[in-house]
């Protein structure tokens, strides 16, 4: 089978934020499928930057095809200059996407939403079957947060959205969350299946603690939670300072922030500025070289700004699990419940930064559950959140939608 996958924000191993497709693409390749993947240019992807005057450039990588349409992207663009990223990338992917040679299937996979234009034209020219990947509910998610108000730019969106769903074949969710929404706003459910973005445990199995990295930052031996990933203001890493602050007696506990975004510079100087010598931020480290500094901590925070019930299923909740590590989850939905349904974590109030400090504290002071929690989480990981078993739930459902469109 050969599977157009179209991926905006692609990234490799050698990049700094989520690898799933990547990860996918090569495990779909060794099982025998044809894969054309078609991104952009992420500043934190790990691709090479190309020349203003080319427009494409075509790649081999671990078994698969890449064509990279040459539209840079960072989170440090503003609004007009990701609209536009936006747009060329949905001109210049369909441009490639009608390139590939006899497809069975065309896959989008969004953030941004606007993957689905390459991916509904190039399915509906070609004649076949069209799956569209949720990872955010675009514009829901973005109106909950704050980010996008009333008015045309929401409107155009949403009727995008709906067109989107209705024309494809299947709606992957990544979440069940946001299954239950969309069922919610009366989807049908067989037209809904929800895979997770898990992890690629490859890339975990053999790692051990980065030997140097607590010497280096002279953390010693710590309890060290880490919240890694992007610093932005939907993350409301404000709450975590607060928790901080009222750890400032425990010298045995510290706060790792391992990541960038447009929150960082602001977020170093509040902790500057309220005395926070408990807390760390460094910049964001290749994949590759994260097995070893998570592994080198003992909490993973999964955070977000309190905006309610979030229906999210991050990917850096799996990273954490594959590390060993015990989450702390602060939003209410498929996180938390997958994390006290697994036993691999517990919550903490949103209200309340205390609330978080006290888990913490209760963690350094009983270190024995804390390892036995992360040592369970390591295993479940491996048996339920492996990449490789996302990538065969995803060949299932490619498969099933090519039979149908052969069959009608």
Not at 67 to 86: D, E, K, Q
Not at 168 to 195: D, H, M, N
Not at 202 to 226: C, Y
Request: proline share 5%; net charge positive; glycine share 8%.
């Amino acid at each position: 089978m050969h599977i157009v996958y179209i991926h905006q924000h692609f990234a490799t191993n050698e990049g700094t934020t989520g690898t799933r497709s990547y990860d996918v693409s090569r495990y779909l390749a060794k099982m025998g499928h044809k894969v054309t993947m078609i991104c952009g240019i992420y500043d934190v992807s790990g691709l090479k930057p190309m020349p203003w005057y080319q427009l494409f450039r075509r790649e081999r990588m671990d078994g698969f095809d890449v064509i990279v349409c040459n539209v840079p992207y960072s989170n440090h663009l503003n609004a007009l200059g990701r609209m536009w990223t936006f747009f060329w990338f949905a001109v210049l992917a369909s441009l490639a996407g009608l390139s590939a040679r006899k497809p069975d299937v065309v896959f989008a996979t969004h953030t941004p939403l606007t993957v689905g234009v390459p991916g509904y034209i190039v399915s509906r020219l070609r004649r076949k079957p069209f799956v569209f990947e949720v990872r955010d509910l675009w514009p829901e998610a973005l109106v909950i947060a704050g980010e996008l108000k009333p008015g045309p730019l929401l409107w155009f969106m949403s009727a995008l959205e709906k067109f989107f769903y209705a024309k494809a074949r299947k709606i992957l969710l990544v979440s069940p969350g946001f299954e239950k929404r969309l069922l919610e706003r009366g989807y049908p459910q067989e037209k809904l299946r929800t895979v997770l973005l898990g992890a690629d445990g490859d890339l975990f199995l053999d790692r051990t603690p980065d030997p140097d990295f607590r010497r280096q930052h002279n953390l010693g031996d710590k309890m060290l939670a880490i919240f890694t990933g992007a610093h932005g203001w939907s993350n409301g890493l404000d709450y975590v300072l607060d928790a901080a602050e009222r750890l400032k007696h425990r010298n045995d506990i510290a706060i790792l922030f391992l990541g960038e975004g447009r929150e960082k510079a602001r977020l170093k100087q509040v902790a500057q500025d309220k005395g926070l010598t408990n807390v760390l931020f460094l910049d964001a480290v290749a994949k590759t070289g994260l097995p070893g500094i998570m592994m080198a901590c003992d909490v993973g925070l999964m955070i977000l700004l309190n905006v309610g019930e979030r229906p999210v299923t991050p990917n850096k909740i799996f990273d954490y699990m594959f590390c060993g590590l015990p989450s702390i989850v602060n939003f209410g939905g498929s996180t938390l419940e997958m994390v006290e349904r697994d036993g691999t974590g517990v919550g903490a109030d949103p209200l309340n930064p205390g609330d978080l400090a006290a888990k913490l504290e209760h963690w350094a002071d009983h270190p024995d559950e804390r390892r036995r929690i992360g040592a369970l989480a390591r295993k479940i990981a491996y048996e339920k959140y492996a990449r490789q078993a996302i990538a065969e739930q995803l060949a299932q459902t490619f498969e099933e939608v090519a039979r149908r469109r052969k069959a009608r």
